[in-house]
């Protein structure tokens, strides 16, 4: 299953009840897995994000479905990365010739 590195940042919303951001996050997961999908791992960061989440979602389309459902939320703006497991980036260097 496709993994992502999801960037997030509280708005001013969600920095003033920031004490509500583990009952968002559960939400979230929640929301995720119904797409298909599970969160591996999340932190909260010190520096330029918030929270990083790596996920794996079944395709593109359920990852870009689920960053626009946080955005809706209105708590966190999101960038997302789509990861490429070792194998996989092995195989793209490999193809180079």
């Known amino acids: 299953m496709p993994a ?8 001013d919303q969600g920095a003033l009840h920031v004490k509500d951001s583990p009952k968002r996050l559960d939400a979230a997961k929640k929301a995720l897995i119904e797409m298909g999908g599970e969160f591996k791992s999340v932190y909260m960061t010190m520096g330029d994000f ?10 593109d389309a359920v990852a870009a479905r689920f960053t626009l459902l946080l955005g ?12 490429f497991p070792e194998a996989a980036y092995r195989e793209i260097i490999h193809s180079l010739s």
């Open 4 to 11: 992502y590195v999801l960037l997030a940042n509280w708005t």
């Open 50 to 59: 918030d929270l990083i989440g790596i996920y794996e979602a079944p395709d």
């Open 72 to 83: 809706q939320m209105g708590s966190v703006r999101t960038r997302t990365l789509k990861a």
